[in-house]
């Protein structure tokens, strides 16, 4: 399988739990290796350019509040199958439907409170990436 990259972030509430550690863990042991990390406490703006796709959800406002309510971390994971294989590892959005032992039926409180985010495709991964680093944040440096 082709090696990818994927961005990652650890949501405010996986930080007020004290998680990072545990979720860092977590994908270092499924072969999902951290090439950039960054902690941030999002702007307005940047949370909402960052979901920007779902700008017109009912839950856009309420979500933007969240993401901005405290630090997150956002990291670039690299592995094989990246991109479907955090996706795996994180779970389905809402923690009730997720499978055991994923990180939102581990960790998360609800749908919008689930702890993490993982790019859904190529195409998002490559915005995403771009969005919070520049080539030369991300090892071995571009
Ligand atoms: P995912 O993060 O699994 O890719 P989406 O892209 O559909 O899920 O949604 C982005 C984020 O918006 C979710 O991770 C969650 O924090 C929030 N969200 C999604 N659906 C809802 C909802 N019905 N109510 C509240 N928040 C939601
Ligand atoms: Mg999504």
């Given at each position: 399988m082709a090696t990818q990259r994927t961005l990652s972030i650890i949501k405010p509430d996986g930080v007020e739990k004290?998680?990072?550690?545990?979720?860092?863990?977590?994908f270092e042991e499924e072969g999902l290796t951290p090439v950039a990390v960054r902690m941030v406490h999002l702007s307005q703006q940047e949370a909402e350019g960052f979901y920007a796709v779902h700008r017109e959800r009912p839950?856009?406002?309420?979500l933007v509040e969240f993401m901005t309510r405290g630090p997150v971390v956002v990291m670039v994971l690299e592995g094989d199958d990246a991109i479907a294989r955090n996706r795996e590892v994180m779970g389905a959005t809402n923690p009730d439907e997720a499978d055991e032992g994923t990180l939102r039926k581990l960790y998360a409180s609800g749908i919008e409170e689930n702890t993490v985010h993982g790019?859904?495709?190529?195409?998002?991964?490559?915005k995403e990436i771009k969005?919070?680093?520049?080539?030369?944040?991300?090892f071995p440096r571009g």
């Open positions: 004290n998680l990072i550690g545990k979720i860092i863990a977590r839950f856009f406002d309420s790019s859904d495709s190529p195409e998002n991964a490559a969005y919070f680093f520049s080539d030369v944040q991300v």
